[in-house]
């Protein structure tokens, strides 16, 4: 299969033609994307969409969708960083106070094993969220992750709690990927942007709602006795939440438009029409190694996978141990459960704005550095602030937690800028190795008393980041002008249902990089 990059190279001083690009659509024909068969079936008239219609159809999806995936996805940043509450609520006690008797760096292991199990089930998953429903199996995933985290309140060993831990990010490995999914599926590239911060700003949601819940257990567990331990209460409370909602999830979400039960059979066409623009279509369970191997062999795709192998060092690090820094700055356990809420409020505004002026400006990339660069500022305020004024030092953890929008950001364009469902997965699954590799390395660089190390690793690994999403945005900015080359051809020509072909990102002449 010739992609893009191959037939307008200027050395070889080639072009596509209309016959090739025949040749390359017609082979297609037989495992075209889903949406195909949709519009196959119906007998109607041409299916039109206005503006009011658009607009329409917009607001119900959103109403829908939205709604369930915030909630969901605070509950998964909330899961994973349950256990940087349970650090200063008694799990590391010994057995007879009530703890697991956590010593030397095994809490440190507790964080990165959550990882080990995300990463050993990462590819897995993203091809089970090709090859099976959607909707369904991401349902299965969240109640599984609520029913493991539930358990975690029953462990009463170091061996118990890794074990409890590995189980709980092999079902959550699911839930990103999925959720790029669902984003490229129901929304058009405009829409993208705005609508993936929105969802993953939820983790500040969780960090916020997690301390005020970690705060509240802890005080009413100390002040009225408490049989059970605190550290036991946030783990239950956590994951019984997350199973009521992933029951919801299996009710609400559909697989795809083509089965989804709050829209009639007029307005599930009309939703497949809207996203036409995207050049993707709603979902193909065919398996193509050829997709697989142009998206190892695609430079953006090993940018992708190291910025979040870099990136993910220092949220690995902060995710976990986040409450233990606050408390390093000189205060209490208690309002190191209270002080670390406003972060998350931080995250939500960050990634929110972030979206938005992206998608408004047409340029998401550098719009999410600006979230990176008030970051490092942050993290230089945490190490060059004496420690006598721990509000300065404060200030600089609420800016760190802007970091997110680079990583976000990359996120929304694997849903935006890769096409071709073996390719997208193949990436969304890269993506997210590098994610748990970088989050397995995170809190091993927390070491002895002094934090400063692991200070300064944060600021030079989000430095590498900037770097890499200029490189993104010029290979992005380079590939278009390359296409534009090839649509302004005297002879090339556009074929009817294109869209609809799987065509990757590299074969589509048409599919335009988001920048």
């Not at 964080?111 to 199996?137: C, D, I, V």
């Amino acid at each position: 299969m010739q992609a893009i990059d191959d037939s307008i190279d200027p050395e070889k001083g080639a072009s596509r033609n209309a016959s090739v690009v025949a040749e390359t659509i017609l082979k297609h024909s037989h495992d075209a994307d889903a949406a195909l068969k949709a519009f196959a079936e119906h007998q109607g008239q041409v299916i039109e969409i206005d503006e009011a219609t658009n607009r329409r159809l917009l607001r119900t999806i959103d109403w829908h969708l939205m709604p369930v995936m915030c909630l969901v996805y605070g509950l998964n940043y909330l899961d994973k960083t349950t256990l940087s509450y349970a650090s200063i609520m008694g799990i590391s006690e010994p057995v007879a106070q009530g703890g697991i008797g956590l010593h030397g760096t095994q809490y440190n292991w507790l964080g990165s094993m959550f990882y080990f199990g995300y990463l050993a089930w990462e590819y897995p998953t993203n091809r089970l969220l090709q090859r099976l429903p959607l909707g369904k199996y991401s349902a299965f995933n969240i109640i599984m992750w609520g029913t493991v985290l539930s358990c975690f309140a029953g462990v009463k060993s170091f061996g118990g709690a890794v074990a409890v831990r590995f189980f709980l990010g092999l079902f959550e490995s699911a839930v990103t990927p999925g959720f790029a999914l669902f984003t490229s599926q129901w929304y058009t590239k405009a829409e993208q942007g705005t609508r993936t911060g929105i969802w993953f700003s939820f983790n500040g949601m969780g960090q916020i709602f997690g301390g005020l819940v970690a705060y509240g257990i802890d005080k009413g567990a100390t002040r009225l006795g408490s049989a059970i331990a605190p550290w036991k209460i946030i783990f239950l409370v956590t994951g019984l939440l997350t199973i009521v909602m992933g029951v919801v999830f299996l009710f609400i979400i559909p697989d795809n438009q083509t089965k989804c039960r709050w829209l009639s059979p007029e307005d599930r066409l009309l939703a497949i029409e809207r996203i036409r623009v995207n050049q993707q279509g709603i979902g193909n369970k065919h398996w193509k190694f050829y997709q697989v191997k142009e998206a190892l062999l695609d430079p953006m795709a090993w940018a992708f996978f190291f910025y979040a192998l870099i990136a993910d060092i220092p949220n690995g690090a902060i995710s976990n141990f986040f409450s233990l820094l606050i408390k390093s700055f000189g205060y209490t356990s208690q309002q190191s459960l209270l002080y670390g809420t406003p972060g998350g409020a931080v995250e939500v505004v960050a990634l929110i704005a972030n979206g938005f002026l992206g998608d408004y400006t047409k340029n998401r990339i550098l719009i999410s550095i600006i979230g990176m660069l008030v970051s490092l500022v942050g993290m230089i305020l945490i190490i060059a602030v004496p420690a006598e004024h721990p509000g300065g030092r404060l200030a600089g953890y609420y800016m760190t937690q802007s970091s997110p929008t680079g990583f976000v950001c990359l996120l929304s364009l694997i849903s935006t800028n890769v096409a071709g469902y073996t390719k997208k997965t193949t990436i969304a699954a890269m993506y997210l190795i590098g994610y748990c590799a970088g989050n397995i390395i995170g809190p091993q660089t927390f070491r002895g008393t002094s934090y400063v190390p692991a200070e300064i690793t944060i600021c030079v690994c989000w430095g590498v980041c900037i770097c890499l999403l200029l490189f993104i945005y010029g290979y992005c900015r380079w590939m278009n002008n390359k296409k534009a080359k090839i649509r302004n051809e005297p002879h090339y020509q556009r074929l009817e249902n294109q869209e609809w072909l799987d065509l990757t990102d590299k074969e589509n002449p048409e599919f335009v990089y988001t920048l």
